[in-house]
T-cell receptor
């Protein structure tokens, strides 16, 4: 039973390029969350999605960042025109439907480095 | 006031010691509570859920105090491998989105 799968594990981009981070939730999980973590800092919530719907994007920067979770395929976090400040670890988590008593399970994360 | 607050530490304790962390939450509608551990540069991993009656898993005991709005994690007989950051997670009734504390760093010393 595969866990949450994130890829790539490491991603290097130059300023101005686009970064695409992928997340496949655990089997049976329909809720996906994205978090960002800067070095020596805590997890910051970015966005919560269900299939084809963004439920809560209160943690997403207003510009350059977008997320989707299509009917088929993984969830994608997309960062356009990356800047040095986007360098961070981006974690995806998933949880099953049907209630908030279910804990979230995390993927290994994508370490994004901006040159 | 932050929704979830933790003492960042670090807590430096000798092997074999007992150590306890607290985590306070501000919203009385909070319903679900969890402890996660995060090792350096790794993903958070679920340590245990926290139940109203308190629960134990080996050397780890979690408790909930609704009146004072905090949860606690007690670690007995600390091992070197317990060194990590411990994250408190709180979820409000009717919300799927959870709130993570910034974590308490534990360093177990030989």
């Amino acid at each position: 039973n595969a866990g949450v799968m994130q890829n790539p594990r490491h991603l290097v981009r130059r300023r101005g390029q686009e970064a695409r981070l992928r997340c496949s939730p655990m089997k049976g999980h329909s809720h996906v969350y994205w978090y960002r973590q800067l070095p020596e800092e805590g997890l910051k919530f970015m966005v919560y999605l269900q299939k084809e719907n963004i439920i809560d994007e209160s943690g997403m920067p207003k510009e350059r960042f977008s997320a989707e979770f299509p009917k088929e395929g993984p969830s994608i976090l997309r960062i356009q025109q990356v800047v040095r400040g986007d360098s961070a670890a981006y974690f995806c988590a998933s949880s099953p439907p049907g209630g908030n008593n279910q804990p979230q399970h995390f993927g290994d994360g994508t370490r994004l480095s901006i040159l | 006031r932050k929704e979830v607050e933790q003492d960042p530490g670090p807590f430096n304790v000798p092997e074999g010691a007992t150590v306890a962390f607290n985590c306070t939450y501000s919203n009385s509608a909070s319903q679900s509570f969890f402890w996660y551990r995060q090792d350096c540069r790794k993903e958070p991993k679920l340590l245990m859920s926290v139940y109203s009656s308190g629960n134990e898993d080996g050397r780890f005991t979690a408790q909930l105090n609704r009146a004072s709005q905090y949860i606690s994690l007690l670690i007995r007989d600390s091992k070197l491998s317990d060194s990590a950051t411990y994250l408190c997670v709180v979820n409000r009734r009717g919300y799927q989105k959870v709130t993570f504390g910034t974590g308490t760093k534990l360093q177990v010393i030989p």
